[in-house]
């Protein structure tokens, strides 16, 4: 044991004192040109990656053994952050991305190749500690960590966390519907009055905290060079609570809808406020859902009422979850509460664009317009903002004034304000890719899955797993809720592209 021991110390120790050297070096990076930055970059990443893959199993076989745990230690992670005096939340963090290198062999091969980095590992690793052991044991199979590997190498972080909640809220419905039941019990809201002020303090659930989110974002407040956003937060709700005591409120609204793959909310007036063209006349929270989540759903009702339970007692199909607009997964329950009361709109979305041309007639986009442009675009289309739709305007991608570009869904992106201001200061055209990266390679893969699995053994893996990136689905790890968004090419009047998807090469 010893023999061994000493050499590994030793091992540990040149890598201690390699970092320590460069760390001497870069002190000096100042100098260096950008390549030679960017090149020793990413040789820092790889280190940090296979220094976080020795960590796991140094950290999951001391776990094991049960050797740094000492009398009033409640867990070994509590032991950990003892030892590293990092807090119990770091300690407990680096046990589960520990758990998760250790246990996801291909995961931990990408984690490797760097095409899984830290923070989306950190991302699944939180998501298998919370899952049930049914979701857990599909997610350790080879099939379900290659497709995760192929979606980070694509995904942003937030976009890959989405990814895995809508996929684990596909194949475990009444978890998801558990969860919703807890925030909704613990849900609470109370006001004090000081000398110094009014103090607000409260939990909702996803859906109310949603609800109350579109509310503010209608009063067109936003923080500026006279208020902080969060002074301009304070402002809408002091302007929604004076518009409920005058009897004028804006009327709040959540919409659902069917449809192979569709958007839907109240019906309102083409008549845009707070500022943003194409933006919805009133509060308005918008529901996507596939038609085959409907059709479960209408199904367990029936069920239900044949054995006179509650059909969330019943046991769920795998079907894609209903979604707010940034891919939240949201409670059966509360979609046929959506379903129930609120006015519907229906938006079937087709390969390219939606039916919703008016032509030239009309400058700014109408509601339906808006709600269509969220549904396929979902965010900011510049590659790499991460702009909530809610935030976002809609652009004319012919320019209407400079190209006398039309008013429709074809015609129309997603930008945030600064985006959209960007554009037309640097007078750049959009283009939107037909396909997007990696789109060949992907469908040959089906196709080859396909084939692979057409035995009852191959099938069954197929159908639990789904594709990443299919349209709708069940068990598809894609963009926002499920489905493939999209992607747009941004280039000058040179025709030099100054802001493209990666995987797609300049122009």
Request: charged share 20%; net charge neutral; aromatic share 4%.
């Amino acid at each position: 044991m010893f023999e061994t021991a000493v050499p590994v110390v030793k091992v540990a120790a040149r890598v201690r004192d390699a970092a320590s050297s460069l760390a001497v070096v870069a002190r000096q990076s100042r100098a260096w040109t950008g390549a030679d930055r960017a090149s020793v970059l990413a040789v820092v990443r790889a280190s940090e990656a296979a220094l976080a893959e020795a960590r796991a199993h140094l950290l999951v076989a001391d776990r094991d053994a049960g050797d740094s745990l000492r009398p009033g230690d409640r867990s070994f992670e509590a032991a950990q952050a003892r030892v590293t005096r990092s807090g119990l939340g770091e300690a407990s963090r680096l046990v589960r991305q520990a758990d998760a290198l250790v246990s996801m062999g291909t995961v931990a091969a990408g984690v490797r190749e760097g095409s899984v980095p830290l923070g989306h590992l950190d991302e699944l690793a939180r998501v298998a500690a919370a899952a049930t052991p049914e979701v857990a044991a599909v997610l350790r199979t080879a099939e379900a960590q290659e497709q995760v590997v192929g979606m980070a190498s694509r995904a942003s972080r937030p976009d890959f966390a989405r990814a895995l909640a809508h996929w684990v809220a596909a194949q475990d419905p009444a978890a998801l519907q558990a969860e919703h039941e807890a925030q909704h019990r613990e849900r609470f809201f109370s006001m004090s009055v000081q000398p110094h002020g009014v103090f607000l303090k409260g939990r909702l659930d996803r859906i109310a905290g949603e609800t109350l989110r579109v509310a503010l974002d209608a009063m067109g407040q936003y923080g500026d060079d006279t208020r902080s956003p969060g002074q301009a937060s304070a402002d809408a709700l002091t302007m929604l609570a004076e518009g409920a005591c005058a009897g004028s409120g804006p009327r709040s609204a959540v919409g659902g809808a069917g449809g192979a793959d569709t958007a839907a909310g109240g019906d309102a007036a083409d008549r845009p406020v707070g500022g943003l063209p194409g933006s919805v006349s009133r509060p308005h929270v918008s529901l996507l859902v596939a038609a085959e989540t409907i059709a479960e759903l209408l199904a367990h009702q029936r069920a239900g009422a044949d054995v006179a339970c509650a059909p969330v007692a019943l046991p769920w199909g795998t079907v894609a979850p209903a979604t707010l607009e940034d891919g939240t997964p949201v409670a059966m329950s509360e979609l046929a509460r959506v379903l129930c009361e609120a006015d519907v709109t229906r938006i079937v979305m087709s390969a390219e664009s939606l039916p919703l041309d008016v032509g030239r007639s009309k400058r700014l986009f109408t509601t339906a317009q808006r709600r269509a442009a969220v549904v396929r675009d979902g965010r900011c289309v510049w590659n790499g903002c991460e702009q909530h739709a809610s935030r976002c305007e809609v652009h004319h991608i012919r320019w209407w004034d400079r190209d006398r570009g039309e008013t429709s869904i074809s015609n129309a992106a997603l930008l945030c304000k600064h985006h959209h201001s960007e554009v037309h200061r640097l007078n750049l055209s959009l283009h939107r890719l037909e396909r997007p990266p990696g789109w060949t390679r992907r469908q040959r893969a089906k196709a080859l899955a396909m084939r692979a699995g057409s035995g009852p053994d191959g099938a069954g893996q197929v159908s639990q797993v789904g594709e990443v990136g299919a349209m709708g689905g069940a068990g598809g790890i894609g963009g926002v809720g499920g489905r493939t968004q999209l992607r747009y090419e941004f280039r000058n009047h040179r025709g030099h592209t100054i802001n493209a998807p990666d995987g797609h090469p300049p122009g």
